[in-house]
């Protein structure tokens, strides 16, 4: 019985009967530090003891302490909702980067993950993250980082994969509820997850992988209504006008499965006449979150510094 499998999920994980979650890939971690390559120092911080919600924090050390606020940038990483961590090497040294060369607080957050803790548990522990992140507005909140350093008035979501799935929740959900004192600026999907029921695109060619992105969406959210859940469709969402964001910067990669959904999420909002600003970036000849698991690649470097120019552009 302990070795009988009742999911396998090639390369992620295998779940076993008798409930074991054997992770494949994206269990090495590294520990916060200072970092000697970008002189970035990190730090992990507890949001929820009783939920294991945590963050890992990045800040510069160059001008250090910086003579004015610095944009915050929240990330939430990727995985399918089930694998990696903040503290996942490509994770922890993405963030390195983006911090240095973008001059920013970059908050990395740590979600429960299925299938120990179904969709949507993911989205709500990002969503209390960021009401943490938000607590700090005034300088009264847990963190001397962003009590004195955090400018509130620019604060940005971005993720990959999974990750940018939820950042684009966290941004419908600002747009309706508010936090107060924050303003979101923009926000960064690399990659994103967003799928649904009718293809799209170079999605019908692609039929054995079609099949695999329905069945990894129901594995990690059992509930689901299928895959035009509005969690995992933005087309399916009545909210989608409420995106929070002034900005939204969408990445996709030519070799993706995922590629032609980032295209359509930027004519959904055309289409509904979204007031911000949006733009597609392609990387040509690349696949899937091709910049972690290649992060020195020259198509790599590119992908930074636009995430790096939409930053700044605040």
Known sequence: ?????????????????????????????????????????????????????????????????????????????????????????????????????ANVIGVSVHYRRAPEHPVPVAHEDSWLALKWVASHVGGKGSDEWLNKFADFEKVFLGGDSAGANIAHYLGIRVGKENLGGVKLEGGVYLHP???????????????????????????????????????????????????????????VAEKDLLKDRGWYYKELLDKIGWGGVVEVVETKDEDHVFHMFNPTCENAADLLNRVVSFINKA
């Open 193 to 251: 997850y967003f799928w649904g029921v009718d293809p799209i695109g170079s999605e019908s060619a692609r039929g054995e992988f079609v099949e695999k992105v329905h069945n990894l969406w129901r594995f990690s959210c059992p509930t689901t209504t299928g895959s035009d859940d509005p969690l995992i469709n933005p087309e399916k969402d009545p909210n989608l006008g409420s995106l929070g964001f002034k900005r939204v910067l969408v990445c």
């Open 1 to 101: 019985m302990d070795d009988e499998i009742a999911f396998d999920l090639p390369p992620f994980m295998k779940v076993f009967k008798n409930g074991r979650v054997e992770r494949l890939i994206g269990e090495e971690v590294v520990p916060a530090s200072l970092d000697a390559t970008t002189n970035v120092e990190s730090k992990d911080v507890i949001i929820s003891k009783e939920d294991n919600i945590s963050a890992r924090l990045y800040i510069p050390k160059t001008n250090y302490p910086p003579t004015q606020k610095l944009p915050v940038f929240v990330y939430i990483h990727g995985g399918a909702f089930c694998i990696e961590t903040p503290a996942s090497p490509n994770y922890h040294n993405y963030l390195n980067s983006v911090t240095s060369l």
